[in-house]
Structures are given as structure tokens and as C-alpha cells.
């Protein structure tokens, strides 16, 4: 079955830096798009930054261009969100999805069960 599990959570300073990643199994990994998505107290679930399955497109929301950046790596099953300049309001519990195809433009059916991330002096 499918399995999409985060790490790399924790507490952070303003300014500071953390690097989420999601390991995933019981599919072919490679062939689908990944996204990261946030719940933000006191807000809905927010997307964060997506990626497709060849790399080649990526796409990162207002907040997140600039200061964040997704990758991945077929060959570890993984995909990762280096996330830099952290500020306050990036706090939330951060979440990973497996889109339902090669596009970050499709649905997502899949997602983890998040990692925690606190920004705060």
C-alpha cells in the first residue's frame, strides 16, 4: 500500500533553516508528481511547493519562492523541502502528497501523516 512518511520537523529560529524529507513506498515513486502542503493554525491546509516526476517543473507558492526549495531523488524514493529563512509564520505541520500523475497539475490521493515545524526565538 502506499506509504508517505516525514521527518526532518523540529524547532526552529526566525532566520534560521530546516530540511524536510518524505520517504515513500508502494508505488513506482518515479512516476508521480510530489507536493508539500502545510496546516497552518487557525487556517486550511496550504500549498507550499509541488514538483513533477521528471523535475522539470516546480512550483513554489508566494510565501515559499525565494526561501524554499523542493527536490527529489528517484533512486531514495524521497523528496525534500529545504526550507531556509524560516519566519514565524512558516510554523504548521507540514505534509507530503503523491500527486495521481506525472503533473503537479493533478490531484493528490496520497498524503503522509506530517511533521511538525515551529518557528519561534
Known amino acids: 500500500q502506499v506509504q508517505l512518511v516525514e521527518s526532518g520537523g523540529g524547532l526552529a529560529q526566525p532566520g534560521g533553516s530546516l530540511r524536510l524529507s518524505c520517504v515513500a513506498s508502494?508505488?513506482?515513486?518515479?512516476?508521480?508528481?510530489k507536493t508539500w502542503a502545510r496546516q497552518v493554525p487557525g487556517k486550511g491546509l496550504e500549498w507550499v511547493s509541488g514538483?513533477?516526476?521528471?523535475?522539470?517543473?516546480?512550483y513554489y507558492t508566494g510565501a515559499a519562492k525565494g526561501r524554499f526549495t523542493i527536490s527529489r531523488d528517484n533512486a531514495k524514493n524521497t523528496v525534500y523541502l529545504e526550507m531556509n529563512s524560516l519566519k514565524p509564520e512558516d510554523t504548521g505541520l507540514y505534509y507530503c502528497?503523491?500527486?495521481?500523475?506525472?503533473?503537479?497539475?493533478?490531484?493528490?490521493?496520497?498524503w503522509g501523516q506530517g511533521t511538525q515545524v515551529t518557528v519561534s526565538s
Open positions: 508502494g508505488f513506482t515513486f518515479g512516476n508521480y508528481a
Open positions: 502528497a503523491k500527486h495521481l500523475t506525472n503533473s503537479i497539475a493533478s490531484g493528490m490521493d496520497s
Open positions: 514538483i513533477s516526476s521528471d523535475v522539470r517543473v516546480t
